[in-house]
C-alpha cells in the first residue's frame, strides 16, 4: 500500500510558476513509479508528467520545457515544478504511484492516487 497526499495547489496569473509537493508514503520499493495527472471537468485524467522506478522522467508535450518533476533519493516527495503557466493548466492535480510502470503518462499503470490540488491559472 502507498499513500500520497498533494499540496501546493492555488491561484497564479498566467506566465507564473506553482510548485505542487506529493507526500509519499507506505511500501515503497525499487519497483515504485511516480507521476503526476491533471484532469478538468468533462475531460479524462491525464498524465503530464512522471518518473519510472529507474530515475528516467518523461512528460506531456503540452509542458515539456515548462515543468519538471523531481523526488528526493527515497522517493518519500514527488515535487512538480511549473514555470510560465499558462490557462490551460489549470485543473486538479493529481500524484499517483504505481509499480513496474511502462508507460509513465498512462493512467491505468497506477494504482494509488492522491486527493488532488487545485491549480487555478487567470489572465
Known amino acids: 500500500q502507498v499513500e500520497l497526499v498533494e499540496s501546493g495547489g492555488g491561484s497564479v496569473q498566467a506566465g507564473g510558476s506553482l510548485r505542487l509537493s506529493c507526500a509519499v508514503s507506505?511500501?515503497?520499493?525499487?519497483?515504485?513509479?511516480v507521476a503526476w495527472f491533471r484532469q478538468v471537468p468533462g475531460k479524462q485524467r491525464e498524465g503530464v508528467a512522471n518518473?519510472?522506478?529507474?530515475?528516467?522522467?518523461g512528460y506531456s508535450d503540452s509542458v515539456k520545457g515548462r515543468f519538471t518533476i523531481f523526488t528526493d533519493s527515497r522517493k518519500t516527495t514527488l515535487t512538480l515544478q511549473m514555470n510560465n503557466l499558462k490557462l490551460e493548466d489549470s485543473g486538479m492535480y493529481y500524484c499517483?504511484?504505481?509499480?513496474?510502470?511502462?508507460?509513465?503518462?498512462?493512467?491505468?499503470?497506477?494504482?494509488?492516487w492522491g486527493q488532488g490540488t487545485q491549480v487555478t491559472v487567470s489572465s
Open positions: 518518473i519510472y522506478s529507474d530515475g528516467r522522467t
Open positions: 499517483a504511484a504505481g509499480r513496474y510502470v511502462a508507460d509513465g503518462l498512462g493512467i491505468h499503470e497506477y494504482n494509488f
Open positions: 507506505g511500501n515503497i520499493d525499487s519497483s515504485v513509479g
